[in-house]
T-cell receptor, first 115, second 111 residues
Framework: DAGITQSPRHKVTETGTPVTLRCHQT?????MYWYRQDPGHGLRLIHY???????DKGEVSDGYSVSRSKTEDFLLTLESATSSQTSVYFC??????????????FGPGTRLTVT | QKEVEQNSGPLSVPEGAIASLNCTYS??????FFWYRQYSGKSPELIMS????GDKEDGRFTAQLNKASQYVSLLIRDSQPSDSATYLC???????????FGAGTRLFVKA
């Protein structure tokens, strides 16, 4: 497995509380991604990062923010959790699309329940 | 129209048979195509990538790409019960770093 860890692996939180999920990689890959996976929707991109302090939005970014202060860490924050954000969250990494390396490798996931 | 479409299944095949999984995509400029396997409760695992028209073989897996028809498929030969999983098709769209995932096809291999 690629050296990707996510924490926490499971979390239950209440509506309106902020939540931060962490992705940590040991592969020194430049690109990092946050996806959510819901039944019937597949994987949907929330935000991605193309370098330290360089981030951009994906297709379902509303209600989420990200930060990347180090190459190895990419944080996803739910500013005020809602029940619609109950999902499984996956972090992924890739080397550098500019170098022709488009394959993404996934972390183990975080199951988040918002009550 | 979804950007990447897969039949949700389930697709059921007997052990030892060939499983054929199909995927269509809408962005004609797409250049990179991937197949991931996802066991229940686990994360997606990359099994094949294909960039050029034609077939690409890796062990029991063969990916087939037809850009003119905007179609990519995955064949699994000598299917095993351990191949039972959801298979995700992913397509990197033109003009950026965005990769779009299909919702997946569930495969059951019966012993």
């Amino acid at each position: 497995d690629a050296g990707i860890t996510q924490s926490p692996r499971h979390k239950v939180t209440e509506t309106g509380t902020p939540v931060t999920l962490r992705c940590h990689q040991t592969e020194n890959h430049r690109y990092m991604y946050w996806y959510r996976q819901d039944p019937g929707h597949g994987l949907r991109l929330i935000h991605y990062s193309y370098g330290v302090k360089d981030t951009d939005k994906g297709e379902v970014s509303d209600g989420y923010s990200v930060s990347r202060s180090k190459t190895e860490d990419f944080l996803l924050t739910l500013e005020s959790a809602t029940s619609s954000q109950t999902s499984v969250y996956f972090c992924a990494i890739s080397e550098s699309p500019q170098a022709g390396a488009y394959e993404q490798y996934f972390g183990p996931g975080t199951r988040l329940t918002v009550t | 129209q979804k950007e990447v479409e897969q039949n949700s299944g389930p697709l059921s095949v007997p052990e030892g048979a060939i499983a054929s999984l199909n995927c269509t995509y809408s962005d004609r400029g797409s250049q990179s195509f991937f197949w991931y396997r996802q066991y229940s409760g686990k994360s997606p695992e990359l099994i094949m990538s294909i960039y050029s028209n034609g077939d690409k073989e890796d062990g029991r897996f063969t990916a087939q790409l037809n850009k003119a028809s905007q179609y990519v498929s995955l064949l699994i030969r000598d299917s095993q019960p351990s191949d039972s999983a959801t298979y995700l098709c992913a397509v990197r769209t033109s003009g950026g770093f965005k990769t779009i995932f299909g919702a997946g096809t569930r495969l059951f291999v019966k012993a």
